[in-house]
């Protein structure tokens, strides 16, 4: 299904809390790899004046990297429901999860696919959130050796600056992927507006989080899309 055949119907899958979350990670995120830059290699020099100096540039990186630990702290606090559901999902799997990544990697290349029912999150954005994870706490983890080097042992300071090059060289390759497939390949973009707005079309909603879906109808959250589609015939 094409974007253009989605009717203007839509869902809520997002609350303001994780919309908020995702925005602060985002922007901190890619604030802290510009800010960086000048300071990894001298290529990015240039980029010192705009910063304010190596100084400015130090010290909006500090202050990024603050902004950086908070998403978490504000998706409990604003939607602890939602957060909880998402600690859940990411630690329960089941076949068709493993089902899904042969159906995605058809869809990822064009291929003809079928949609594997999935639940609020599908088996891919477990991954991503599990890789997320893991960067993350070596990012920010051998952030602070590299903040206060005068508070851990020369060798923690020297290996901190190893671990934090290469968190950040795999939160850029999953950031690309993410980017991709939420902006740019046809199936999946429809979803984007849910990072921004909170809502996405129902019926994308229906066809990637089916069993979601399907839940949401029978607590009389969602319209019953087959429902209608039957009235509309029989009209």
């Known amino acids: 299904m094409s974007k253009t055949q989605y009717s203007g119907v839509k869902v809520k899958r997002f609350s303001k809390g994780f919309v908020i979350a ?10 802290l790899y510009i800010t960086a830059l000048p300071m990894y290699t001298e290529w990015f020099d240039w980029l010192y004046p705009v910063l304010g100096g190596p100084e400015g540039a130090r010290l909006l990186h500090r202050i990024f990297a ?36 042969t159906e995605f990697v058809k869809e990822l290349f064009g291929f003809k696919f079928k ?87 129902a019926e994308w909603a229906k066809d990637h989080y089916t069993e979601w879906y399907e839940e949401e109808v029978k607590k009389g959250n969602f319209p019953d899309l087959d429902k209608d589609k039957n009235k509309k015939k029989g009209a």
Do not use: C
């Open 115 to 201: 949609h594997v029912k999935q639940t609020f999150f599908n088996a891919g954005e477990k991954i991503n959130s599990i890789i997320q994870i893991l960067t993350a706490i070596l990012i920010i983890g051998s952030g602070f050796p590299m903040w206060f080097p005068d508070l851990f042992p020369k060798a923690v300071v020297q290996w901190a600056y190893v671990a934090h090059n290469i968190g950040f060289g795999l939160a850029i390759a999953v950031v690309v992927g993410h980017i991709y497939l939420s902006v740019i390949h046809k199936n999946s973009r429809p979803g984007y507006t849910g990072v921004i707005t909170g809502e996405v079309p």
């Open 22 to 31: 995702h925005a602060v990670n985002a922007i901190s995120f890619f604030a």
């Open 66 to 101: 603050i902004a950086f630990i908070t998403p978490t702290f504000i998706w409990l606090i604003m939607d602890p429901k939602g957060f909880l559901r998402w600690g859940k999902e990411l630690v329960t799997w089941k076949k068709r999860d493993l089902q899904f990544f």
